[in-house]
């Protein structure tokens, strides 16, 4: 009896351990399985009915068939004991494989292989379009693939960049050379894109990383994502200094009748130069002559416009906000009067003011940003005065050692006539406007020639000045004098003084 009661109990205890332990078994759709039991099957419970479903065979067996793809828990009951199942559906893994070559059928390059249960991608991609069709693929899946595939840039995708940057205006060095002014050099590792070159302005820096942003297989993030190779961006913007020579002129009424005289048949571009220039065109119109600046003055004095002056040139950092500033006049010390009459001893700069900013747009153009300001002194009562202030403003593109000319302010004019100082006739520039001529004064405009270049090692460009014609004669017999005097010298030096 005691015999019998052990027995008993260690078959109970072997069928207890064996119905504790949770099995984990995986199906694909429409797959069946025959789960043999350690018991009678008394009862069963499906966590999940549209996964799976079962159905008892014998006391001790039940089939199990897949439905619909998901996991869900099968526990079976019996001889007061439970067994449980933890049952994974899956789709049919061989069909898996056909749809999946099917979506994948314009990436050949791509190896697909059955492991175990899942799915195998390997292969390189080398075009954008083709690695962008992988990843929209891969999400219908899911864990039925895995996926080994890496993305290398072709070496037509590579020349599509490069046609790209090309084509907004980036040239690239020649093989071996080094990179001019605006030029870009690239090079290429198994991992990443360095592109490097030295551009005229910040602009052109943001807009080759835009272009290079649309690249959907580049990262210009430390670290790039999956299917990318990196993009370092080694982009410096020039550090030069910018020269813009300035000569102010003056025209009259007559000049302009004479200008253009000995062109009888003007083209339309011409046309409108002299227009501006004889006051047919707004102020502030602008007209580019495709010369150097002393190139441009003889020009203009070739064609009857001698009233040139050149009041230097303004030097300031590529693109430094505070620019630089050129001032032709003077500086009085002299009483001023203020809105309650009275007048206060101030020094006052008066004359033209020319401001200039702005830096490089690309390796050979500039933007300019131009403020001429007229500071004008007007005799009040007494020994008072009143001040007036007058400036125009705008913003001009230039290409290098070009000349923009830019028609002035007619207020100008007016303002310095208004003042009726005579010691203004000893000013230049103004002078042109208080001749004692009242029918002179009046027709005077002022016109401003303005030409960048970049500041290197050389001298300073020289420009060269034409007399004007009432001076002209007096320049030359001047000159004639003192070479006779100097060869008077020479003859009445001994012999000897003379080889030295």
Request: hydrophobic content about 40%; charged content about 25%.
């Amino acid at each position: 009896m005691l015999k019998r009661c052990l027995l008993s109990l260690a078959i109970f205890l072997s069928i207890l351990c064996v119905a504790q332990d949770k099995e984990t078994f995986s199906l694909t759709v429409g797959a069946t399985m025959k789960l043999d039991l350690p018991f009678a099957v008394e009862n069963y419970r499906i966590s999940n009915k549209d996964r799976i479903s079962v159905e008892e065979i014998s006391k001790k067996q039940l089939n199990v068939t897949a439905r619909a793809l998901g996991e869900c828990t099968l526990q079976v009951f019996g001889a007061g004991v439970t067994k449980e199942y933890s049952i994974t559906v899956k789709s049919n893994i061989t069909n898996t494989l056909k749809r999946l070559r099917t979506d994948l059928d314009a990436l050949p390059e791509l190896d697909l292989s059955i492991n175990q249960d899942y799915i195998v991608i390997k292969g390189t991609v080398t075009n954008p379009e083709n690695w962008k069709t992988l990843q929209k693929v891969l999400p219908l899946y899911k864990d039925e693939v895995h996926s080994f595939a890496v993305f290398k840039p072709s070496a037509e995708t590579v020349l599509n960049l490069k046609k790209m940057l090309l084509d907004a205006g980036f040239p690239f060095a020649a093989e071996g050379e080094k990179p001019a002014l605006g030029e870009l050099t690239m090079k290429i590792s198994p991992d990443a894109i360095i592109i490097t070159g030295e551009l005229a302005s910040q602009q052109q820096a943001d807009k080759i990383r835009q272009i290079l942003s649309t690249q959907t297989w580049l990262s210009l993030e430390e670290k790039a994502g999956s299917g990318q190779i990196r993009g370092i961006v080694n982009l410096d913007v020039v550090q030069t200094v910018l020269q813009v020579d300035v000569v102010y002129v003056g025209v009259t009424d007559a000049d302009a009748d004479k200008i253009g005289s000995q062109a009888p048949t003007l083209s339309g571009s011409f046309q409108y130069f002299f227009d501006m220039i004889a006051g047919r065109k707004a102020e502030g119109s602008t007209a580019i002559l495709g010369v150097s600046m002393d190139q441009s003055v003889q020009f203009l004095a070739r064609n009857g416009i001698t009233r040139t002056h050149n009041a230097g040139h303004v030097s300031f950092l590529n693109h430094d906000p505070k620019g630089g500033k050129l001032h032709t006049g003077g500086t009085l010390s002299v009483k001023v009067s203020g809105d309650d009459g009275q007048g206060s001893l101030q020094d006052i700069d008066y004359g033209l003011n020319i401001t200039i900013k702005g830096g490089l747009v690309s390796e050979k153009r500039v933007m300019l940003d131009l403020k001429l300001e007229n500071t004008a002194l007007i005799a009040a009562t007494g020994d008072t005065f009143n001040r007036s202030v007058d400036s125009t403003q705008q913003t001009i593109y230039c290409d290098l050692d070009k000349t923009m000319v830019i028609a002035g302010s007619k207020k100008i004019a007016q303002a310095t006539q208004k003042s009726g100082l005579p010691f203004l006739r000893n000013v230049p520039v103004l002078k042109w406007f208080v001749s004692e001529e009242a029918d002179s004064k009046a027709e005077t405009r002022l016109l401003i020639l303005v030409s960048p270049r970049l500041l290197k090692n050389d001298p300073s460009v020289e420009i060269e000045i034409p007399l004007q014609d009432e001076t002209a004669k007096t320049y030359k017999d001047a000159q004639t004098d003192n070479k006779t005097l100097e060869e008077e010298k020479n003859e009445k030096k001994s012999w000897w003084r003379k080889l030295f």
